[in-house]
């Protein structure tokens, strides 16, 4: 099957799409309870600043296309933020959002749990993808743009964590 942008939407896709809002509802409920601070200011979505790159599955992915009907990667700009950032520095596709954007904030006693929390719901996405036998495709996001955007560090600057997804070495 074609997970891609397609005329009509298979029921499978629907209910894959249904069961990911479902884990983005449990992570929700999961940072409600942590209570990790977000000072809405954009920050986040500098991947250059932050030295990272935001992976997705094709899943997620899928759900940004079908919301924004393009087909993606969508480049950084050359400042190395994220295309969806708005001029008010608010994230313009905020519902879509993928799990990478969900799980990372800027908050440093939240940062020692970001790799937990991010390995428990990406693993639950993929039992999704599993199930439904979509392709795993875990590529960046922002396509080519996101590793040129880490080439130079930036002083100053806190690195983003790395570790491992579904048992893969980094």
């Not at 940072?31 to 250059?48: D, I, T, Y």
């Not at 990372?104 to 428990?120: I, S, T």
Request: include cysteine; charge should be negative; proline fraction near 7%.
């Amino acid at each position: 099957m074609n997970w891609e942008l397609a005329e009509s939407m298979s029921n499978e896709l629907k209910d894959a799409l249904s069961e990911l809002e479902q884990v983005y509802q449990a992570l929700d409920d999961a940072l409600r309870e942590m209570n990790p601070k977000c000072e809405a200011s954009g920050v986040c979505c500098n991947f250059r600043t932050g030295g990272y790159i935001l992976y997705t599955s094709e899943l997620e992915t899928e759900r940004v296309r079908q919301a924004i009907g393009e087909q993606g990667p969508w480049a950084l700009t050359d400042e190395g933020e994220c295309p969806f950032l708005s001029a008010d520095r608010k994230c313009s596709i905020h519902p879509d959002r993928p799990l990478g954007c969900r799980t990372y904030f800027c908050d440093p006693a939240y940062r020692p749990l970001e790799g937990e929390v991010y390995q428990k719901f990406i693993t639950r996405i993929g039992e999704i993808n599993a199930r439904y036998g979509i392709p795993w495709n875990y590529t960046p996001f922002h396509g080519e743009s996101g590793h040129e955007a880490v080439k130079t560090p930036c002083r100053g600057t806190d690195r983003a964590p790395v570790f491992p997804i579904l048992g893969q070495e980094s």
